[in-house]
């Protein structure tokens, strides 16, 4: 035995190798399960009494200079010395892509900060919402057309779960949540079911606001929605609001700004009109505050919800909705120099 391990340990402290899988075989060789030195330890158990401590030491010490010379093999393998001489060192790297913002995140960015500097703050909610927080909460009957028309997609019909088609469940949740005076921008995504086309998606982004205190008036909305668009499109623009509906709100409005194009002579972008469709707004309907605890003797409130995608469209004269989901690398570069 012990001359086993001798010519063992002269074997070990010679030992070579050149590369990784020799290393390997060498480990395997001697330290695995079935390797040699393993073999070495499971015969001690013959081993006479008298002889148990020397050998016993002389085995240890065999298997510590073997675990030892292999890992030294294994670092000088990978020092410097051992480069693969065979790469090619002047071959043209690969390029290092580095991505863009998208257009639809910086313009999101863009309406959040205008509206951050006017003292909103940020509030996000869940994509996958009940029927309250959609619907129920905001003043649409049961059987409300506005349901179909929003032609929303259903994740589960009893109880009723949905994937929300505009953020105002989001408002919904922080006037659960905080007392007057709230002041929120509500950015997320919202789904529709509706056929993909150049002009519409089945999912897009919102960027919808609220602010509730006492003796907000509409000349507030007004306000706020005019400094808004000549921040987004520039000193000369104007706005107008013409009447519309919606059920969390009354008075409701649809905003149009001066053509982006043509600042409102008529064009082919505003089809002649001179204006351009943003977005709706209104004066918090008294039945949303009452239904979220807030009493609407007290306190008044205006909404309003645009879609990003339609603000980017005419900032960057985007004309196919598609175009912000199919992650061309065209389109998105195009986008590297508004950062
Ligand atoms: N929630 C409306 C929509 O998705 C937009 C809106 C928000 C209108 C707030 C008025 C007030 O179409």
């Given at each position: 035995?012990?001359?086993?391990?001798?010519?063992m340990m002269a074997?070990?402290?010679?030992?070579?190798?050149?590369?990784?899988?020799?290393i390997?075989a060498?480990?395997?060789?001697?330290?695995?399960?079935?390797?040699?030195?393993?073999?070495?330890?499971?015969?001690f158990?013959?081993?006479a009494?008298?002889?148990?401590?020397?050998?016993?030491?002389?085995l240890?010490a065999l298997?510590?200079?073997?675990t030892?010379r292999i890992?030294?093999?294994?670092a000088?393998?990978?020092?410097?010395?051992?480069i693969?001489?065979n790469?090619d060192?002047?071959?043209?790297?690969?390029?290092?892509?580095?991505g863009?913002r998208?257009?639809?995140?910086l313009?999101r960015?863009?309406i959040?900060?205008?509206?951050?500097?006017?003292?909103?703050s940020?509030?996000?909610?869940?994509?996958?919402e009940?029927?309250w927080?959609?619907y129920?909460?905001?003043?649409?009957?049961?059987?409300h057309?506005a349901?179909d028309?929003?032609?929303?997609?259903f994740?589960?019909r009893?109880?009723i779960?949905?994937?929300?088609?505009?953020t105002?469940s989001?408002?919904?949740?922080?006037?659960n949540q905080?007392?007057p005076p709230?002041?929120?921008?509500c950015?997320?995504?919202?789904y529709?079911?509706?056929?993909?086309?150049?002009?519409?998606h089945?999912?897009f982004h919102?960027?919808?606001?609220?602010?509730?205190?006492?003796?907000?008036?509409f000349?507030?909305l007004?306000?706020?929605?005019h400094?808004?668009a000549?921040?987004?499109?520039?000193?000369?623009?104007?706005?107008?609001l013409?009447?519309?509906?919606f059920p969390?709100t009354?008075?409701?409005a649809e905003?149009?700004?001066?053509?982006t194009?043509c600042?409102g002579?008529?064009?082919?972008?505003?089809?002649?009109?001179?204006?351009l469709e943003i977005m709706?707004?209104?004066m918090?309907?008294?039945n949303v505050l009452?239904?979220?605890g807030?009493?609407?003797?007290?306190y008044?409130?205006y909404a309003?919800?645009?879609?990003?995608e339609?603000?980017?469209?005419l900032?960057?004269?985007?004309?196919?909705?598609?175009l912000f989901?199919?992650?061309?690398k065209?389109f998105?570069?195009e986008f590297?120099?508004?950062?």
């Amino acid at each position: 035995m012990l001359e086993k391990i001798n010519a063992m340990m002269a074997e070990i402290e010679a030992l070579k190798a050149s590369n990784a899988d020799e290393i390997e075989a060498l480990r395997i060789k001697y330290l695995s399960k079935k390797g040699e030195i393993t073999g070495l330890m499971a015969e001690f158990r013959n081993v006479a009494a008298d002889q148990k401590r020397e050998i016993g030491q002389k085995l240890n010490a065999l298997k510590a200079a073997a675990t030892e010379r292999i890992e030294a093999l294994k670092a000088e393998y990978q020092s410097e010395d051992h480069i693969d001489t065979n790469i090619d060192l002047t071959r043209p790297a690969y390029p290092d892509e580095v991505g863009t913002r998208h257009p639809l995140s910086l313009v999101r960015q863009e309406i959040v900060d205008i509206f951050a500097r006017m003292g909103f703050s940020i509030a996000e909610g869940p994509e996958v919402e009940d029927d309250w927080h959609v619907y129920g909460a905001l003043n649409f009957a049961d059987d409300h057309p506005a349901r179909d028309m929003q032609d929303t997609f259903f994740v589960q019909r009893d109880p009723i779960v949905v994937l929300r088609s505009h953020t105002s469940s989001v408002q919904v949740r922080v006037m659960n949540q905080q007392k007057p005076p709230i002041r929120v921008v509500c950015p997320g995504r919202v789904y529709r079911n509706e056929a993909i086309s150049a002009r519409a998606h089945c999912f897009f982004h919102q960027v919808e606001g609220l602010y509730i205190d006492k003796d907000v008036s509409f000349a507030d909305l007004k306000q706020v929605l005019h400094q808004f668009a000549v921040e987004m499109f520039g000193p000369n623009t104007q706005i107008r609001l013409r009447p519309s509906y919606f059920p969390f709100t009354e008075p409701s409005a649809e905003m149009d700004v001066s053509c982006t194009l043509c600042g409102g002579k008529g064009c082919s972008m505003c089809k002649g009109a001179g204006w351009l469709e943003i977005m709706g707004c209104g004066m918090v309907d008294p039945n949303v505050l009452e239904a979220s605890g807030i009493d609407p003797k007290e306190y008044t409130g205006y909404a309003f919800g645009m879609g990003v995608e339609r603000i980017a469209n005419l900032k960057y004269r985007v004309k196919d909705l598609r175009l912000f989901s199919e992650n061309d690398k065209r389109f998105l570069n195009e986008f590297a120099a508004a950062h």
